[in-house]
T-cell receptor
Framework: DGGITQSPKYLFRKEGQNVTLSCEQN?????MYWYRQDPGQGLRLIYY???????QKGDIAEGYSVSREKKESFPLTVTSAQKNPTAFYLC????????????FGPGTRLTVT | RKEVEQDPGPFNVPEGATVAFNCTYS??????FFWYRQDCRKEPKLLMS???SGNEDGRFTAQLNRASQYISLLIRDSKLSDSATYLC??????????FGTGTRLQVFP
């Protein structure tokens, strides 16, 4: 059963703590992406990776970090430097980078208080 | 001007109605176009890609108008289950997709 999984579904953290969101895919896709979605706003790209061991900053990378050590996995760390971390975080993948259809995981809703 | 613009709605239509949404984009060099559907508090799901010649999938028809820089989505015979937010997505001349903020559709009995 191919797809993208994200865990956990809900996450609560105190301000000042780093937190890592998991994203795994078994679609054999080369490219993976992290977005955040805030109420009333479109998806905004945080980081993306076209291939293993490579990643690029998106439009709002400040306060976030990623790694891509395996093709299947693209974890996102929300650091304490991120000013407004409370949001809905979505991971996606596509067969290749560059305008192909992206498929999304179910998302992680992060609340930082 | 936003790179991808959509009417936020909501569009309130009765079951069985036909409804259409437009989405305008700013970059004439845009190369790929998609419609996604997003249910409340869920992830976006790909509804259909939009090709230059237009394409149809059951009750859904997507059209591209490059001259006027917009894409459209037509839904015929609306069902209650069509209630969702529809996201317009455009690829400009980079590796990134640009997502619109979505048009909300509410189908009532």
């Amino acid at each position: 059963d191919g797809g993208i999984t994200q865990s956990p579904k809900y996450l609560f953290r105190k301000e000042g703590q780093n937190v890592t969101l998991s994203c795994e895919q078994n679609l054999n896709h080369d490219a993976m992406y992290w977005y955040r979605q805030d109420p009333g706003q479109g998806l905004r790209l945080i980081y993306y990776s076209q291939i293993v061991n490579d990643f690029q900053k998106g439009d709002i990378a400040e306060g976030y970090s990623v790694s891509r050590e395996k093709k299947e996995s693209f974890p996102l760390t929300v650091t304490s430097a991120q000013k407004n971390p409370t949001a809905f975080y979505l991971c996606a993948s596509s067969v290749l980078a560059g305008g192909y259809e992206q498929y999304f995981g179910p998302g992680t809703r992060l609340t930082v208080t | 001007r936003k790179e991808v613009e959509q009417d936020p709605g909501p569009f309130n239509v009765p079951e069985g109605a036909t409804v259409a949404f437009n989405c305008t984009y700013s970059n004439s060099a845009s190369q790929s176009f998609f419609w996604y559907r997003q249910d409340c508090r869920k992830e976006p799901k790909l509804l259909m890609s939009v090709y230059s010649s237009g394409n149809e999938d059951g009750r859904f028809t997507a059209q591209l108008n490059r001259a006027s820089q917009y894409i459209s989505l037509l839904i015929r015979d609306s069902k209650l289950s069509d209630s969702a937010t529809y996201l317009c997505v455009v690829k400009f001349n980079t590796d990134k997709l640009i997502f619109g903020t979505g048009t909300r559709l509410q189908v009532f009995p």
